[in-house]
């Protein structure tokens, strides 16, 4: 059974950074592209999902324009752990964060959450 638990969530500040921890289980992790969702349903239509960072097997990351250059992902092999580093968090972050295995390759605003094992979500809330 494939599991997906994320954690790192909370409510900060604006300029604070949190670290999110996706621990999977139920599959090859290592032979599995991996990305991070963030739903944020009370937004305007259009802005209510986006798929921000994606790593692949080969460990090559790509970002959303929205969190370039503030968001890494990583992951950690030997612990089944994909992370998400969130600097200089600002209140449009704020959301539900969710892990998700084979992400499609379409960075940016989507309908929902396209991949067919994601986890539950940690929440994520930034105020000014």
């Known amino acids: 059974e494939v599991q997906l638990v994320e954690s790192g969530g909370g409510s900060v500040q604006v300029g604070a950074s949190l670290r999110l921890s996706c621990t999977s289980s139920g599959f090859i992790f290592e032979h599995t592209n991996m990305g991070w969702y963030r739903q944020a349903p009370g937004n305007a239509p259009g802005d209510e999902c986006e798929l921000l960072a994606i790593i692949e097997r080969d460990v090559s990351t790509a970002y959303a324009g929205s969190v370039k250059v503030r968001f890494t992902i990583s992951q950690d092999n030997a612990k089944n752990t994909v992370y998400l580093q969130m600097n200089n968090l600002k209140p449009e972050d704020s959301g539900v964060y969710h892990c998700?295995?084979?992400?499609?390759?379409?960075?940016?605003?989507?309908?929902?959450?396209?991949?067919?094992?994601w986890g539950p979500g940690t929440q994520v809330t930034v105020s000014s």
């Open positions: 998700a295995a084979d992400p499609p390759p379409f960075l940016g605003v989507c309908r929902a959450v396209a991949s067919d094992y």
